[in-house]
């Protein structure tokens, strides 16, 4: 079988990608550190990984580490509008990885690239949104993988219902499910960066808004920490009881949805599901109001609905577009696609090193496993969670207490009051 060949927008863009991704580096020490132990002990030598990840300069960074650890690499794009093209052509310049991602790509486009991909005849692979993984169970060649990581909520809903349907043919280690990876990616990642989207298209100023945030997992949790920190009024509306008491408890008001349309100025879908804000929503919102979407797909705000009861947009400025619903005018930033990667950078390096550092180090582990794993969905192995941890720590400089023996004594014994 011939090997696919790179496909990117320019490779004249490389010395910009060189910059970006160098940049990136100088924000991810706990990916450095893995890096270093990856070069002298080669523990993906020979192995093929494809990839279908943002291909932005954390990714890169990723890459690169995977190749110094002796993997052969191929990548394709998440999603066709995080894609940052002068990465692309650093990555097939620099680091002979295989790249096929143009920022921009009809899903024409992104479906062959992602075939190419497959075609590549991948030992392991690596997903956000597990578009790879799912096509590969599709065609039946998944029975090939030695394992695969998953690096959103998103995917991991996707690949369970593959597992509860009985299909799933390789072990897949949910790498969005660890201690350093939730918390962190999605609180301090996204909460982050989906403004920072929203504020780069609109420059809105955020103090003294009324912030709708929809769905209360640690993303939204995130947005909405960092709304109300910002000076903005923060309604939460949430399906789950639980997620509604704790945002109540964390001091915002909820609400249902519908009645929270009437109130708001900015609404944020962060569900991971569908159709959280549709023409119910649209049809009682204010004059002005502004929506964008944090989730992983373009289905969180119902965009035909939008389209059914607005009609057709104008481009309002890059990135917004305006609707008319009866005689208001409803604005709608990058398209509904997933903010932080279409109108910003996505999560900061900073963040990512840490999941970075994870799937780096849960791919080796599905290396080191070979192909006795039984197919199934996996927790990251605590050691993993707890070294980059450390890591992260110490490339902050912080330094943490350590159990005395007589503490650790006490709290691994069963009887009632060992602490003599
Ligand atoms: N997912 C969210 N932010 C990202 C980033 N900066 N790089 C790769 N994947 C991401």
């Known amino acids: 079988m011939k090997k696919p060949e790179s496909s990117i927008a320019d490779p004249a863009l490389a010395e910009l990608g060189r910059a970006r991704i160098a940049w990136a580096q100088t924000q991810m ?4 550190s893995v890096r270093d132990r990856f070069v002298e002990q080669q523990p993906l030598a020979g192995i093929r990984i494809a990839a279908c990840l943002h291909v932005t300069a954390e990714t890169a960074n990723l890459m690169i580490t995977l190749a110094a650890g002796g993997a052969e690499l191929s990548l394709a794009a998440a999603n066709p509008f995080s894609t940052q093209d002068e990465v692309a052509a650093a990555l097939v310049a620099d680091h002979a990885i295989c790249v096929r991602a143009v920022r921009g790509e009809s899903p024409a486009d992104r479906e062959l ?3 190419a991909l497959v075609a590549a005849n991948p030992q392991i692979t690596l997903d956000d949104g597990a578009d790879l993984l799912a096509l590969m169970h599709a065609e039946g060649s998944a029975d090939a993988l030695l394992g695969a990581t998953e690096e959103t909520t998103t995917g991991l809903v996707r ?20 201690r350093t990876e939730r918390a962190f990616n999605d609180r301090y990642g996204t909460g982050q960066s989906a403004l920072d989207g929203i ?7 955020l103090a003294g808004q009324t912030v709708v945030v929809i769905g209360y997992g640690w993303a939204g949790k995130g947005v909405a920490l960092r709304a109300a920190g910002a000076g903005a009024t923060v309604i939460v509306c949430e399906v789950d009881p639980l997620r509604a008491l704790e945002a109540r408890m964390d001091g915002f008001e909820v609400l249902p949805s519908v009645e929270a349309a009437a109130k708001g100025d900015l609404f944020i879908t962060v569900t991971g599901g569908v159709a959280a804000l549709t023409a119910e929503h649209f049809e009682v919102m204010k004059s002005g109001a502004i929506l964008a979407n944090a989730g992983h797909f373009d289905v969180e705000i119902d965009l035909q609905e939008l389209a059914r009861v607005g009609g057709d947009p104008v481009e309002v400025k890059p990135l917004v577009s305006r609707y008319k619903v009866a005689d208001r005018a ?5 398209g509904g696609r997933v903010v932080n990667l279409a109108a910003a950078e996505g999560h900061p390096a900073a963040v990512m090193d840490m999941s970075f550092a994870t799937q780096a180090l849960a791919v080796a582990e599905i ?11 996996r927790a990251v192995a605590s ?5 980059v941890a450390r890591l992260k720590l110490e490339s902050m400089g912080v330094r943490i207490d350590v159990l005395t023996e007589r503490q650790s004594a006490y709290l691994h014994s069963w009887h009632p009051s060992s602490d003599s």
């Not at 020490?29 to 450095?32: C, E, F, I, N, Q």
């Not at 409803?330 to 990058?334: F, Q």
């Not at 290396?367 to 006795?372: E, F, K, M, T, V």
């Open 383 to 387: 050691a993993i969670d707890d070294e």
């Open 29 to 32: 020490p706990v990916l450095g």
């Open 159 to 178: 690949i369970r219902a593959l597992e509860a349907a009985g299909g799933l043919r390789c072990p897949v280690i949910a790498v969005n499910e660890a």
């Open 367 to 377: 290396a080191r496993a070979g192909s006795d794993a039984k197919p199934s969905v």
């Open 199 to 205: 504020l780069r298209a609109t420059n809105i100023l």
């Open 330 to 334: 409803i604005d709608l930033v990058a």
């Open 113 to 115: 690239n992602i075939d």
